[in-house]
């Protein structure tokens, strides 16, 4: 019975998964997107990729501690000074890799 249960549960996401992504290639393409709605959307990658960095950075094992002695705060900040100098992704993703490793070295 259980076993069933997970695979119906499995499947009921994959649906909704799959679901909620074919419908916007289906039914939004370019024309009939107005320039106000496509702008928003060219948000999206960086809100999802914030609300996922985020939280490791200031909460590291689920505790609230955005202080200087955390070193995933630290990178975090040296990385995003390195993104706003540098503005070349590749350069950010590996100093913000250096920074950490660099950092979890020297204070763990």
């Not at 069933?4 to 499995?10: A, N, P, Q, R, V």
């Not at 996401?13 to 107005?34: K, Q, S």
């Not at 909460?59 to 000074?81: E, I, Q």
């Amino acid at each position: 019975m259980i076993r069933i249960e997970i695979l119906l549960t499995l499947l009921g996401m994959g649906a909704v998964t799959y679901l909620t992504r074919v419908l916007f290639i289906v039914f939004l393409d370019d024309e009939r997107l107005t320039p106000f709605l496509r702008r928003c959307l060219r948000f999206v990658p960086v809100a999802v990729l914030t609300s996922i960095i985020v939280p490791l950075v200031a909460a590291p094992g689920g505790k609230f501690s955005p202080t200087w002695d955390n070193p995933y705060f630290l990178a975090g900040f040296l990385t995003a000074g390195l993104a706003a100098a540098t503005r070349n992704l590749v350069v950010t993703v590996l100093g913000g890799m250096g920074f950490i490793l660099l950092l979890k070295a020297f204070f763990i």
